[in-house]
């Protein structure tokens, strides 16, 4: 079936150091693709789409694109703060929606 | 809008306990979803419902856990006998779904944190 495999965590940054959560898919049909945050405490959040192959999801400084050759759909980030300190999850949804395990970000002043 | 409305936010209970949690999905969202939390098992999708009607329950981990969806504005999940192994995070969420079955991205409700002691 569908799934979701996100690089482990936890992922430990300096302040304004740039950021990298590996995500890759498999998928028997054309998904869309999410990220989604969930801060201390909080439900999970979305923080950026794309429903088709090479969009690119983008906000609040994060991007991600859609890469159908190689399954995959990497969060990038040029500097991050202490504010992005949060657990970042990777999801698709076909028909249903797959979530992956989670990636805990901490970062440091 | 209000966004998902999870109550209560945080519960207390003596295993053996009955503990009902309550939802309500955003308006016009026709799918809603109930999931669980923990630290050692990640995020968990116990049922989700479409229009109303359960779709897939598989993720329920016992006959102790129920879920109901009485009409379109609220959801509940219910755990009777409660024990301390369902101490959790529950989260509720709801998304608009194509009748083709294409998935929309899901909101999240804030939470309940349940305490089974």
């Not at chain 1, 801060?39 to 859609?66: C, I, M, R, V």
């Not at chain 1, 300190?85 to 929606?97: G, I, K, T």
């Not at chain 2, 098992?41 to 329920?60: A, K, Q, T």
């Not at chain 2, 194509?98 to 349940?114: C, V």
Request: hydrophobic share 30%.
């Amino acid at each position: 079936g569908d799934s979701v495999t996100q690089m482990e965590g936890p992922v430990t940054l300096s302040e304004e150091a740039f950021l990298t959560i590996n995500c890759t898919y498999t998928a028997t049909g054309y998904p869309s693709l999410f990220w989604y945050v969930q801060y201390p405490g909080e439900g999970l959040q979305l923080l950026l789409k794309a429903t088709k192959a090479d969009d690119k999801g983008s906000n609040k400084g994060f991007e991600a694109t859609y890469r159908k050759e190689t399954t995959s759909f990497h969060l990038e980030k040029g500097s991050v703060q202490v504010s992005d300190s949060a657990v970042y999850f990777c999801a698709l949804s076909d028909y249903d929606m797959r979530f992956g395990a989670g990636t805990r970000l901490t970062v440091k002043p | 809008d209000a966004g998902v409305i999870q109550s209560p936010r945080h519960e207390v209970t003596e295993m053996g306990q009955e503990v009902t949690l309550r939802c309500k999905p955003i308006s016009g969202h026709n799918s809603l979803f109930w999931y669980r939390q923990t630290m050692m098992r990640g995020l968990e999708l116990l049922i989700y419902f479409n229009n109303n009607v359960p779709i897939d329950d598989s993720g329920m981990p016992e006959d102790r856990f129920s879920a109901k969806m009485p009409n379109a504005s609220f959801s509940t999940l219910k755990i009777q006998p409660s024990e301390p192994r369902d101490s959790a995070v529950y989260f509720c969420a709801s998304s608009e779904r194509e009748n083709r079955g294409n998935a929309y991205e899901q909101y999240f409700g804030p939470g309940t944190r349940l305490t089974v002691t």
